[in-house]
């Protein structure tokens, strides 16, 4: 155009142009030749100036276009970084596992990545250096004509004068708000080598790695959970820019330093979330007596740091804490009781067949060439006679009235001699039943005949093969063994057996029946296994003797659990414990529910406390009206094992408030042994070891039975009294607020996305 212009203007006919503005020059020949020679110099003189016009035009457009050209690079290359910045913005922040990156802008003339030691990096310290991280971050270097521009720590700055100029485009991922610095770095593995990449996100180990550099930063030392500053430094080529958004966006002045391109920003405790000020957040220590009053003597506590804080509070039940129990005896109640199998073993011999009253045998003058009821010898009884095998059946049948069809089970052996020794099996063949009348164990009884020498040890022996049978023999397992007379002289010791049933925890209860007894071996036979022997002269003894052997069998020990409610005061509120699932069943008193139920879910309280606000815990028993028995049954290794009870319907009238001498608050380093050394019922646990002792990490009492408690955390016991056995109580743990272990202050989130570069 320039050129174009330049020669329409030289060929403009500078003489036409000369005469048309002069038509008045003529006269001598020196004046046309003066005039001829003013109109070559003017000719001249028009085209030297139009010439020179071009020039100037020339040079001021060709620099109006380079400027125009290289503001149209810088577009087409911060739209080509924008874009990648998008793309990678989605893999560090957003849920994107792979991006497509394109570098094909005709305006970039290289594309550089910086990673690793050539890369940039993020320095976060805490508390004046005390604990550091140090992030990786890469950056991707745009060079066009005489331009840089930088993608990076998720921001994009372009650079000029040598990299004296620094401006930000787009601000980075390092953001600030209210007090919490929120990071989030690229660390790509490997540079480009073409105009198109793959970048593939390592997502499991990126969120492994963030979580590292979170824990170490704030747990190389207790201070910096919560601490008083924190500093972020970027190391970068491009730091001056880095200064400038940092003292933006933070409010603070930003220090460089040009030798390790560093700039640096430092964050005060002002600065900082009041998270991280104990002065003013909800980190309690109840040891600290300027903020906590923990008065022993009436069981409370107080915290106040006279800021108007609220605090979290909490109380709940420690492992085998609950230990508000004790042991009752309940004769015949066959709701608590334990089921019971029995084995009848009679005495089958002919002396059974004697009638006491009339003073012989009911055999003498009736006989029959078949065998008859009521003996195995072909004789039949006089029916006028009543024989000792009559009275045991019916003190038999009195003992099976007093069991429980629907727990209890039952079987009949009979013997005499070794060869005549039996299971006398219900009508249907079964050795042990549950039903109880005509066809079973009852029609069993009546089974049972007389005639023939007497060998205890192989009734005792079929007794215990019963009991043996698999699923034949539930709950307790006991043996009623019956004898009126002496053992056979070749018949084998019964003693062998009965050390054979003790050793299956099989109970021999014996009963001598008349004078000719061997009562001595009948009672050491019922104490090898821990039975009772009892001793009937009588036909009238009889019934009044198995009455009482059947007590002694029903006669249980159970854990009796009384019912106990608690309510917390704090500030004029009262607060009742929740339980974690159904609880419709459970007992309650005035609306407060049983937590002494050893069958309801676990309690806890759940409350808030306001500055100022005394914290105590009111503990009432009652007496029950109704137990139930609940199915659980604790073992016990020296003595019989024991059913528990809940109560299902609490006396209302009957209530006892605990009063606070009966009540111990414990802190971290309190001296555990008045708790730990006061025995508790074998049932209950051990309060060392199922109480205090929950995990190496987790353990509240040491190896020196001292107490190691979060600085928020009491320990506080109720005590109950004692029974025959141990002491009544209940072992809780309170958390106030938050603990100075535990607690750390949200000052600095990090997001490292590693990504593997794939051309």
């Given at each position: 155009?320039?050129?174009?212009?330049?020669?329409?203007?030289?060929?403009?006919?500078?003489?036409?142009?000369?005469?048309?503005?002069?038509?008045?020059?003529?006269?001598?020949?020196?004046?046309?030749?003066?005039?001829?020679?003013?109109?070559?110099?003017?000719?001249?003189?028009?085209?030297?100036?139009?010439?020179?016009?071009?020039?100037?035009?020339?040079?001021?457009?060709?620099?109006?276009?380079?400027?125009?050209?290289?503001?149209?690079?810088?577009?087409?290359?911060?739209?080509?970084?924008?874009?990648?910045?998008?793309?990678?913005?989605?893999?560090?922040?957003?849920?994107?596992?792979?991006?497509?990156?394109?570098?094909?802008?005709?305006?970039?003339?290289?594309?550089?990545?910086?990673?690793?030691?050539?890369?940039?990096?993020?320095?976060?310290?805490?508390?004046?250096?005390?604990?550091?991280?140090?992030?990786?971050?890469?950056?991707?270097?745009?060079?066009?004509?005489?331009?840089?521009?930088?993608?990076?720590?998720?921001?994009?700055?372009?650079?000029?004068?040598?990299?004296?100029?620094?401006?930000?485009?787009?601000?980075?991922?390092?953001?600030?708000?209210?007090?919490?610095?929120?990071?989030?770095?690229?660390?790509?593995?490997?540079?480009?080598?073409?105009?198109?990449?793959?970048?593939?996100?390592?997502?499991?180990?990126?969120?492994?790695?963030?979580?590292?550099?979170?824990?170490?930063?704030?747990?190389?030392?207790?201070?910096?959970?919560?601490?008083d500053n924190a500093t972020i430094a970027v190391t970068s080529d491009y730091y001056r820019g880095w200064a400038k958004y940092l003292e933006q966006e933070?409010?603070?002045?930003?220090?460089?330093?040009?030798?390790?391109?560093?700039?640096?920003?430092?964050?005060?405790?002002?600065?900082?979330?009041?998270?991280?000020?104990?002065?003013?957040?909800?980190?309690?220590?109840?040891?600290?007596?300027?903020?906590?009053?923990?008065?022993?003597?009436?069981?409370?506590?107080?915290?106040?740091?006279?800021?108007?804080?609220?605090?979290?509070?909490?109380?709940?039940?420690?492992?085998?804490?609950?230990?508000?129990?004790?042991?009752?005896?309940?004769?015949?109640?066959?709701?608590?009781?334990?089921?019971?199998?029995?084995?009848?073993?009679?005495?089958?011999?002919?002396?059974?067949?004697?009638?006491?009253?009339?003073?012989?045998?009911?055999?003498?003058?009736?006989?029959?060439?078949?065998?008859?009821?009521?003996?195995?010898w072909g004789q039949t009884n006089d029916p006028a006679c009543t024989t000792r095998m009559d009275r045991a059946q019916d003190a038999a049948k009195a003992f099976v009235s007093l069991m429980n069809e629907s727990r209890d089970r039952g079987g009949v052996v009979g013997f005499s001699?070794?060869?005549?020794?039996?299971?006398?099996?219900?009508?249907?063949?079964?050795?042990?039943?549950?039903?109880?009348?005509?066809?079973?164990?009852?029609?069993?009884?009546?089974?049972?005949?007389?005639?023939?020498?007497?060998?205890?040890?192989?009734?005792?022996?079929?007794?215990?093969?019963?009991?043996?049978?698999?699923?034949?023999?539930?709950?307790?397992?006991?043996?009623?063994?019956?004898?009126?007379?002496?053992?056979?002289?070749?018949?084998?010791?019964?003693?062998?057996?009965?050390?054979?049933?003790?050793?299956?925890?099989?109970?021999?209860?014996?009963?001598?029946?008349?004078?000719?007894?061997?009562?001595?071996?009948?009672?050491?036979?019922?104490?090898?296994?821990?039975?009772?022997?009892?001793?009937?002269?009588?036909?009238?003894?009889?019934?009044?003797?198995?009455?009482?052997?059947?007590?002694?069998?029903?006669?249980?020990?159970?854990?009796?659990?009384?019912?106990?409610?608690?309510?917390?005061?704090?500030?004029?509120?009262?607060?009742?414990?929740?339980?974690?699932?159904?609880?419709?069943?459970?007992?309650?008193?005035?609306?407060?529910?049983?937590?002494?139920?050893?069958?309801?879910?676990?309690?806890?309280?759940?409350?808030?406390?306001?500055?100022?606000?005394?914290?105590?815990?009111?503990?009432?028993?009652?007496?029950?009206?109704?137990?139930?028995?609940?199915?659980?049954?604790?073992?016990?290794?020296?003595?019989?094992?024991?059913?528990?009870?809940?109560?299902?319907?609490?006396?209302?009238?009957?209530?006892?408030?605990?009063?606070?001498?009966?009540?111990?608050?414990?802190?971290?380093?309190?001296?555990?042994?008045?708790?730990?050394?006061?025995?508790?019922?074998?049932?209950?646990?051990?309060?060392?070891?199922?109480?205090?002792?929950?995990?190496?990490?987790?353990?509240?009492?040491?190896?020196?039975?001292?107490?190691?408690?979060?600085?928020?955390?009491?320990?506080?016991?109720?005590?109950?009294?004692?029974?025959?056995?141990?002491?009544?109580?209940?072992?809780?743990?309170?958390?106030?607020?938050?603990?100075?272990?535990?607690?750390?202050?949200?000052?600095?989130?990090?997001?490292?996305?590693?990504?593997?570069?794939?051309?």
């Amino acid at each position: 155009m320039n050129d174009q212009s330049a020669s329409t203007n030289a060929d403009e006919p500078a003489e036409t142009t000369l005469c048309e503005r002069f038509p008045a020059a003529r006269g001598s020949e020196w004046r046309r030749e003066t005039r001829a020679a003013s109109e070559t110099v003017g000719t001249a003189l028009l085209i030297g100036m139009v010439l020179t016009s071009v020039v100037i035009i020339s040079v001021a457009g060709a620099g109006v276009l380079q400027s125009l050209q290289t503001d149209i690079d810088q577009e087409e290359t911060e739209v080509g970084v924008r874009e990648v910045d998008s793309r990678l913005s989605s893999l560090a922040g957003g849920g994107a596992t792979s991006a497509e990156l394109s570098f094909s802008q005709e305006s970039v003339q290289s594309v550089t990545v910086k990673n690793g030691s050539a890369g940039g990096a993020v320095h976060v310290s805490l508390n004046g250096g005390t604990c550091n991280v140090t992030l990786p971050m890469s950056s991707i270097r745009y060079d066009e004509r005489g331009q840089t521009t930088v993608y990076e720590g998720g921001g994009i700055f372009r650079v000029s004068d040598g990299g004296l100029g620094v401006a930000v485009v787009s601000p980075p991922d390092i953001t600030v708000e209210e007090g919490t610095v929120d990071i989030t770095t690229l660390n790509l593995t490997s540079g480009v080598g073409s105009d198109r990449a793959t970048v593939t996100k390592r997502g499991a180990f990126s969120a492994t790695q963030s979580a590292e550099f979170e824990y170490e930063l704030f747990n190389s030392a207790d201070e910096c959970r919560r601490p008083d500053n924190a500093t972020i430094a970027v190391t970068s080529d491009y730091y001056r820019g880095w200064a400038k958004y940092l003292e933006q966006e933070t409010g603070t002045t930003a220090t460089v330093d040009p030798a390790t391109s560093t700039a640096e920003v430092t964050l005060s405790s002002a600065a900082l979330p009041e998270s991280t000020n104990d002065s003013l957040n909800a980190v309690v220590n109840l040891s600290d007596p300027s903020i906590a009053t923990v008065d022993r003597a009436q069981g409370t506590i107080e915290v106040d740091k006279n800021v108007s804080n609220q605090y979290t509070a909490t109380a709940r039940p420690l492992a085998e804490g609950i230990q508000v129990s004790s042991v009752k005896k309940f004769e015949t109640n066959v709701a608590y009781r334990r089921p019971i199998t029995v084995v009848f073993v009679f005495d089958e011999s002919g002396s059974m067949n004697y009638d006491d009253d009339r003073g012989r045998y009911c055999t003498e003058s009736y006989l029959n060439p078949i065998n008859g009821p009521g003996n195995r010898w072909g004789q039949t009884n006089d029916p006028a006679c009543t024989t000792r095998m009559d009275r045991a059946q019916d003190a038999a049948k009195a003992f099976v009235s007093l069991m429980n069809e629907s727990r209890d089970r039952g079987g009949v052996v009979g013997f005499s001699s070794s060869e005549y020794t039996r299971y006398v099996t219900t009508p249907n063949g079964q050795y042990v039943t549950d039903e109880f009348g005509a066809t079973g164990l009852n029609g069993s009884i009546d089974q049972l005949v007389t005639g023939g020498g007497t060998e205890s040890a192989t009734g005792l022996r079929r007794a215990n093969v019963v009991h043996d049978l698999k699923g034949e023999s539930a709950g307790q397992r006991i043996v009623l063994l019956l004898s009126d007379g002496q053992d056979d002289t070749t018949a084998p010791d019964p003693l062998d057996e009965a050390e054979i049933a003790a050793e299956n925890d099989i109970t021999i209860h014996t009963v001598g029946f008349g004078d000719g007894a061997d009562n001595a071996t009948l009672e050491s036979i019922a104490d090898e296994t821990g039975g009772t022997y009892s001793y009937a002269a009588t036909d009238d003894d009889l019934d009044d003797v198995f009455t009482e052997v059947f007590a002694t069998i029903a006669e249980t020990d159970v854990i009796m659990n009384e019912p106990v409610t608690l309510d917390a005061g704090v500030g004029g509120k009262v607060f009742r414990p929740s339980l974690g699932g159904n609880a419709d069943y459970v007992a309650t008193a005035g609306g407060n529910v049983n937590v002494n139920d050893p069958t309801a879910p676990e309690f806890r309280f759940s409350m808030t406390a306001d500055d100022g606000n005394i914290v105590e815990m009111n503990a009432t028993t009652y007496d029950c009206e109704e137990y139930e028995v609940t199915g659980i049954v604790r073992e016990n290794e020296t003595s019989e094992d024991l059913v528990e009870l809940r109560c299902a319907e609490i006396d209302e009238s009957s209530a006892t408030t605990i009063p606070p001498s009966n009540v111990s608050v414990y802190l971290d380093g309190d001296d555990a042994g008045p708790v730990i050394n006061e025995s508790s019922a074998w049932w209950d646990g051990d309060i060392r070891n199922d109480t205090f002792a929950q995990g190496d990490s987790d353990a509240l009492v040491d190896a020196t039975d001292t107490f190691t408690l979060a600085s928020n955390q009491a320990v506080v016991v109720f005590e109950f009294g004692a029974n025959d056995r141990a002491l009544k109580r209940l072992v809780m743990l309170y958390e106030i607020g938050i603990s100075e272990d535990t607690a750390t202050a949200n000052v600095v989130n990090i997001d490292v996305t590693t990504a593997d570069v794939d051309e």
